[in-house]
């Protein structure tokens, strides 16, 4: 079964930092690209990080950049989101997910992780 | 960066109801649109990939359609466990991407 889990949240103050892990299982880990996107507490979606299989490109949204760093180790089947200076407004279920590709520009995310609560507050 | 509007917000609908959503991006963005489903505490799950294919194990009462900038995700006859938050996704600007706000399909 392919499954994605993640881990690492929790309560962290205004400027410090987290580190998110994501165990991946179920599929040749190496071989896909990954996403990381989060959800602020009743809102919608929002992608936040790209990784390619190699780990040698990444793409961030605006929002993050400069802030959070996407890595991988594919020896360890494991993705991981560093996040530092963080802000109240970082608060969010953060989610990783596979990648799929198709033809063209055709991608979409399948499956997702279950999520780990990340709360900036003091 | 490309903009995805999705309407209405909102809807209340029965069970039975045929229900569509709409997703009108800001450029064109081809056929590269994706749908998710979202059940409250739950995680999304891929429903229709790019604009009119459906996942595999996601009934046939969904389907998708549209190309260009304006789509629409399309269920045939509603059923209780269809009552979720759908979101659209462009994968046009890949690997950059960016989902629309949200549908939130309630019951009547």
């Known amino acids: 079964e392919v499954q994605l889990v993640e881990s690492g949240g929790g309560l962290v103050q205004p400027g410090g930092s987290l580190r998110l892990s994501c165990g991946a299982s179920?599929?040749?880990?190496?071989?896909?690209?990954m996403n990381w996107v989060r959800q602020a507490p009743g809102k919608g979606l929002e992608w936040i990080s790209y990784?390619?299989?190699?780990?040698?490109?990444?793409h961030y949204a605006a929002s993050v950049t400069g802030r959070f760093t996407i890595s991988r180790d594919n020896g360890k089947n494991s993705l991981f989101l560093q996040m530092d200076s963080l802000r109240p407004d970082d608060t969010a279920v953060y989610y990783c997910?596979?990648?799929?590709?198709?033809?063209?520009?055709?991608?979409?995310?399948?499956?997702w992780g279950q999520g780990t609560l990340v709360t900036v507050s003091s | 960066d490309i903009q995805l509007t999705q309407s209405p917000s909102s809807l209340s609908a029965s069970v039975g109801d045929r229900v569509t959503i709409t997703c009108r991006a800001s450029?064109?963005?081809?056929?590269?649109l994706n749908w998710y489903q979202q059940k409250p505490g739950k995680v999304p799950k891929l429903v229709i990939y790019a604009a009119s294919s459906l996942q595999s194990g996601v009934p046939s009462r969904f389907s998708g359609s549209g190309s260009g900038t304006d789509f629409t995700l399309t269920i045939s006859s509603l059923q209780p466990e269809d009552f979720a938050t759908y979101y659209c996704?462009?994968?046009?600007?890949?690997?950059?991407?960016?989902f629309g706000q949200g549908t939130k399909l309630e019951l009547k």
């Open positions: 179920g599929f040749t880990f190496n071989r896909y690209e």
């Open positions: 997910a596979r990648q799929r590709a198709g033809t063209g520009r055709n991608v979409w995310f399948d499956p």
């Open positions: 990784i390619s299989q190699s780990g040698g490109a990444k």
């Open positions: 996704q462009q994968s046009y600007t890949s690997p950059m991407y960016t």
């Open positions: 450029q064109t963005i081809s056929n590269s």
